[in-house]
């Protein structure tokens, strides 16, 4: 099986090089999430209370009369 190229991530990197790239990453999506926490909850709830329009009669899981 033949690997896809990925024009992303450069090829040949030290393994020193990749572990200061990937520590970097994570440190960059932590402070990411860190700094827009509030926002990320309030629309990961709001998503979470969607309800599909083909089945109305499904109530989203936070409402009562889900239970």
């Given at each position: 099986?033949?690997r896809?190229?990925?024009s992303?991530?450069?090829?040949?990197?030290?393994?020193?090089?990749?572990?200061?790239?990937?520590?970097?990453l994570?440190?960059?999506?932590?402070?990411?999430?860190?700094?827009?926490?509030v926002?990320?909850?309030?629309?990961?709830?709001?998503?979470?209370?969607?309800?599909?329009?083909?089945?109305?009669w499904?109530?989203?899981?936070?409402?009562?009369?889900?239970?």
């Amino acid at each position: 099986m033949s690997r896809r190229r990925n024009s992303l991530f450069p090829e040949g990197l030290s393994d020193e090089a990749a572990a200061a790239l990937c520590d970097f990453l994570f440190r960059l999506a932590t402070a990411c999430e860190s700094h827009y926490l509030v926002q990320l909850r309030r629309h990961h709830d709001r998503q979470r209370n969607l309800y599909d329009p083909e089945e109305p009669w499904r109530f989203p899981p936070s409402d009562p009369r889900a239970r």
